[in-house]
């Protein structure tokens, strides 16, 4: 079977006590951080920004990948280039240009990356699907952590899936909201590659460590 990756997102962690909760994760085999960027326009809330994100690079060897939930996510690539990004994510919905875009982020010398709401056919990114290191499918509405998985969004993972496999096999397929050890292995099932999770690794009472271990678990199909 498949390695699949882990990808804590920051967003359901104790920002008091950020620094050792990703290094807790890290030390858990986290394969790498999600950082949410959510400006509260293009999304309800706001979160955090480059300065975060160049906190979190100061404190973990792991590759980081900033999900921008941001209206014109053009004018925040060269900063999160900066602050130490390694995928820029930018939602297909957010720009009218994606596919320069997915170019400048390419010459700042990072991997690009494409997010789909729920409601967005799939259709609306196949004709940049060849230049992507990164297909995020979102399976909640994005904007908060905490909230359940869209189970319609399943049969769209698949569809990813075959359209990666077709034009892009290099590029990975990531699946971002309501990821816990029950809709973890169905995802997978689909043909995601990449899982995000939020409060399913930051908010469980057992911690972090036992956290991403019932994940692992879940995936390979055991009992945690
Ligand atoms: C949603 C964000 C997600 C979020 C996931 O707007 O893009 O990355 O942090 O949170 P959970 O895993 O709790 O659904
Ligand atoms: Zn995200």
Redesign the pocket.
Same mark, same amino acid.
């Given at each position: 079977m498949k390695q699949v990756r882990l990808s804590p997102?920051?967003? *359901?962690a104790d920002f008091t006590r950020l620094g050792q909760e990703l290094a807790e994760a890290e030390r858990a085999g986290a394969d790498r951080f !999600?950082l949410?960027v959510?400006d509260g326009t293009f /999304?309800p *809330?706001i979160s955090f920004g480059a300065d975060i994100v160049a906190a979190v690079r100061r404190v973990t060897a792991l590759p980081l990948e900033v !999900?921008l939930?941001v209206a014109h996510p053009e004018r925040h690539l060269e900063t999160m280039a900066e602050a130490g990004a390694d995928w820029i994510i930018v939602h297909v919905e957010a720009t009218a240009h994606l596919h320069r875009v997915l170019a400048s982020i390419r010459t700042l010398g990072k991997k690009p990356g494409v &997010?789909i709401n729920p409601a967005t056919p799939l259709v609306c990114i196949e004709e940049v699907a060849a230049e992507l290191d990164l297909l /995020?499918v979102?399976? @909640? %509405?994005? +904007?908060?952590? +905490?909230?359940?998985?869209i189970e319609s969004c399943l049969s769209k993972i698949a569809r990813a899936r075959a359209l990666l496999d077709r034009c892009r096999p290099h590029g990975e397929l990531e699946v971002?909201? +309501?990821? %816990?050890v029950h809709t973890g292995p169905r995802a997978v099932a689909a043909g995601a590659d990449v899982l @995000? *999770? *939020?409060? &399913? /690794?930051f908010?469980t009472p057992a911690g972090i460590a036992a956290a991403l271990a019932a994940l692992r678990h879940a995936l390979r199909g055991e009992q945690a």
């Open positions: 997102s920051i967003l *359901a !999600h949410d959510m /999304v *809330a !999900h939930m &997010a /995020v979102m399976t @909640v %509405n994005p +904007g908060y952590s +905490g909230q359940p998985f971002d909201g +309501g990821i %816990n @995000v *999770a *939020a409060s &399913a /690794v908010r």
